[in-house]
């Protein structure tokens, strides 16, 4: 099992950055994906970017050259950051992890961008 705890979010304006972090309970050795969905008011919830056990990453077309992925396997740690942030951008960002066939989520973490 694994827990995972969001923080990070909050209320920024166009243009701005944030930088996302989501804390796992265990090492991130063995965890095969760790990732970010997002929902926005009124959407599907969609892939923002995940990270593999071996290093490759995946974007979504949306926030791809604004968004970067990243993981600090001392702090047992997996980063969102970004930037050139967008009006559409605004949702609950939640962290998952992919640990032998099960999923588990985060609690989720508020991102507004608003002017």
């Known amino acids: 099992q694994v827990q995972l705890v969001e923080s990070g979010g909050g209320l920024v304006q166009p243009g701005e950055s944030l930088r996302l972090s989501c804390a796992a309970s265990?090492?991130?050795?063995?965890?095969?994906?760790m990732g970010w969905y997002r929902q926005g008011p009124g959407k599907q919830r969609e892939m923002v970017a995940f990270t593999k056990r071996w290093g490759s990453n995946q974007y979504a077309d949306s926030v791809k050259g604004r968004f970067t992925i990243s993981k600090d396997n001392v702090k047992n740690t997996v980063y969102l950051e970004m930037n050139s942030l967008k009006f559409e951008d605004t949702a609950v960002y939640l962290c998952y992890a992919e640990l032998s066939g099960t999923t588990y989520w985060g609690q989720g973490t508020q991102v507004t961008v608003s002017s």
């Open positions: 265990r090492s991130l050795f063995g965890i095969e994906t």
